[in-house]
């Protein structure tokens, strides 16, 4: 059974950092595609950032460029979304999803996705 678990999600200030993880199993993530999303209340769940199958093709949403770091340990089967210098407008909840590998076509489209997480929470406040 393919499943997506995220955890690593939290209440943090304005500055601060979090390390969110997405791991899998049912399937190998080195062989797949994985996107994180994000979806604020009352807005359109959007692409934050995207690893290609061979970590070879990396993408971030230009609000996140800069603050935020995607990475994946094949040997874990896990991929992170390391966020620095968050801010309120980071406030949502973040979702990991895979997808067979389109080598960045279309990353940031969410149809283009067939696996999810549950999401998890993370709040940016002081």
């Known amino acids: 059974q393919v499943q997506l678990v995220e955890s690593g999600g939290g209440l943090v200030q304005p500055g601060g950092s979090l390390r969110l993880s997405c791991a899998a199993s049912g399937f190998t993530v080195d062989y797949y595609d994985i996107g994180w999303f994000r979806q604020a209340p009352g807005k359109e769940r959007e692409g934050v950032s995207y690893?290609?199958?061979?970590?070879?093709?990396?993408y971030y949403a230009d609000s996140v460029k800069g603050r935020f770091t995607i990475s994946r340990d094949n040997a874990k089967n896990t991929v992170y979304l390391q966020m620095n210098i968050l801010k309120p407008e980071d406030t949502a909840v973040y979702y990991c999803a895979a997808r067979r590998p389109l080598y960045g076509s279309y990353w940031s489209i969410a149809v283009t996705y067939r696996y999810w997480g549950q999401g998890t929470q993370v709040t940016v406040s002081s």
């Open positions: 690893i290609s199958s061979t970590a070879s093709i990396i």
